[in-house]
């Protein structure tokens, strides 16, 4: 199985802050990487998918990047609405389609 | 609308069996694979199992040989029957679409329920 390992797995950051959040995959995954954020009692909601492209709805301060075993997820000027719970998920190979650990983003 | 809606969820005791529900709108649920997730309070997300549009079935060894997935597609529903329940199958447990992309790969899950819960006591 693909194992996915993300780093920090907590961070603290302030309004307006650019924070990296990076995911790392056991084996080459190409590009099929997707991003969720989640907050609590909410169910995670897609933001990312195939490492870099924006799901429709999501603000263009989201970025993402990376392809073969290192991705990353960007969030610039980061928002009071952006403080969540951030998870990678690779779909490349399964099963299983394998969520990484989770980052949350907690406010400074 | 696009929308999941999950049922079913209880609690129940160690051994027992219990049957969840997604009921599906807004979309061609017959042509899209659909997904089982769970979350246990607190913890991280885990992929249970995948039925394809044709019924072919995958699923996560944690749950292998215990859960069945099935759907109707007459009925846009989607099930997931889970037999001799213990502990650590104690969870949230969503219903996630698949989206689709240029190639025709699934590449994300970009519809989920709200969850439905289920304790399985000791």
């Known amino acids: 199985d693909i194992q996915l390992t993300q780093s920090p797995s907590f961070l603290s950051a302030s309004v307006g802050d650019t924070v990296i959040i990076t995911c790392r995959a056991s084996q080459g995954i190409g590009n099929y990487l997707a991003w969720y954020q989640q907050k609590p009692g909410r169910a995670p909601k897609l933001l990312m998918f195939v490492a870099s492209t924006l799901q429709s709805g999501v603000p263009s301060r989201f970025s993402g990047s990376g392809s073969g075993t290192e991705f990353t997820l960007t969030i610039s000027s980061l928002q009071p609405e952006d403080f969540a719970t951030y998870y990678c998920q690779q779909v490349n190979i399964f099963p299983p389609f394998t969520f990484g650990p989770g980052t949350i983003v907690d406010i400074k | 609308e696009v929308q999941l809606v999950e049922s079913g969820g209880r609690v129940v005791h160690l051994g027992d069996s219990l049957k969840l529900s997604c009921a599906a709108s807004g979309f061609t649920f017959k042509d899209n694979a659909m997904n089982w997730v769970r979350q246990v309070p607190g913890k991280g997300l885990e992929w249970v199992c995948l039925?394809?549009?044709?019924?072919?079935?995958y699923y996560a060894d944690s749950v292998k040989g215990r859960f069945t997935v099935s759907r109707d597609n007459e009925n846009n529903s989607l099930y997931l029957q889970m037999d001799s329940l213990r502990p650590e199958d104690t969870a949230l447990y969503y219903c996630?679409?698949?989206?689709?992309?240029?190639?025709?790969?699934?590449?994300?899950?970009?519809?989920w329920g709200t969850g439905t819960t289920v304790i399985v006591s000791s």
């Open positions: 996630t679409k698949f989206l689709y992309y240029d190639s025709g790969e699934p590449v994300a899950m970009d519809v």
């Open positions: 039925i394809s549009w044709d019924g072919g079935t």
